[in-house]
């Protein structure tokens, strides 16, 4: 077997990707894990996770590493956030907002197993509900597919550290379906500027249909 190094605590043996299980044994969404060398990794399916997808994709850079914070907004039932949750480590934390009922369960039940992921059952636009409990993060990831998500992030960045990053996917589809995704990414861009600066952008469409995927730096307070 070849284990490759692509980021910190982000890996491909024989060209697929994976992370190192922060819970030996546990596998959360149906995922294999492999064993080797005394390490045990998990695959990492990019028609799952548009964060993987990203990465297979080309992503340059990944400020998620060990240690880090992450505030992860649409945690859905946490398969991209149980990944973030390998990479950032015993030392890390990641806060994960859903606003799902039925994807809370199921999300409790990851978190329950990993110390380092906290589940807030609250909607992502009411950020003062969940800021005490969460301070100052390194980093925000993005995967609400909501109609105004550009409003969500702003809000949001409040959270941010200054220089943080921020990981979105947007999905044309769930901000305007009758406009052109391109005039869509647009008005995104145009909205979050006032705080962010573009890193850089990826078309996930080859795992995930009409989605970008993008990389952004806080700049402005706004
Ligand atoms: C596409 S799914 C996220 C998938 C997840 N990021 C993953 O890769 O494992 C979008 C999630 O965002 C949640 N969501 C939508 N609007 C939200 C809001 N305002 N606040 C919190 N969660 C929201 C949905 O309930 C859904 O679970």
Redesign the pocket.
Known sequence: MEVEKVFDGVFKIDSRLCTVNLVKGSSV?GEDLINYRGREYRLWNPY????AAAILLGLNGLAIKEGSTVL???????????HVSDIVGSKGMVYC????E??MRELFKVCDVRHNMLPIY?????VPSYSADVGTVDAI?Q????R??DD?LLRNSALLKMSGHAYV?I?SQSIDVSMDPKEVYKNFFDKVGAVFDVIESIDIGRYDKKHLFVTLKKTRKG
Request: aromatic share 8%.
């Open positions: 969404y799952r996770s548009k964060l992860y907004l649409g945690a859905a039932t946490g398969t991209t956030s149980s907002v859903e606003i799902s039925r994807n609250k909607d992502a636009r009411d990831y995967d609400v597919a909501a105004d998500q969500i996917a999905k």
